[in-house]
């Protein structure tokens, strides 16, 4: 089987940027797919963490994400 190294761009309905990682499922609807950064926005939201902290959380997971990968 041949196998192809195709990166799938997306654009996320919620925030409208761009991403390629695997998506993550809205909590809203249960139905559209979103980027990973707002579905952990969406996953701190239901349990009432701020937006200040929301964004230092992910700030968090992108600097792990970057120290991973290089």
């Known amino acids: 089987m041949k196998e192809t190294n195709v990166t799938q761009i997306k654009i996320c ?3 409208g940027k761009v991403y390629h990682e695997p998506p993550a499922l ?3 609807d ?3 797919l979103i980027c990973p950064d ?3 926005r969406e996953a701190l939201e ?8 929301q964004e230092e959380i992910l700030a968090i997971i992108h600097r ?3 120290e991973i990968n290089d």
């Open 30 to 32: 249960n139905q559209t």
């Open 26 to 28: 809205s909590r809203i």
């Open 46 to 53: 239901s349990i009432d963490v701020d937006r200040q902290e």
């Open 64 to 66: 792990q994400r970057r």
């Open 13 to 15: 309905p919620r925030c």
């Open 38 to 40: 707002c579905g952990t």
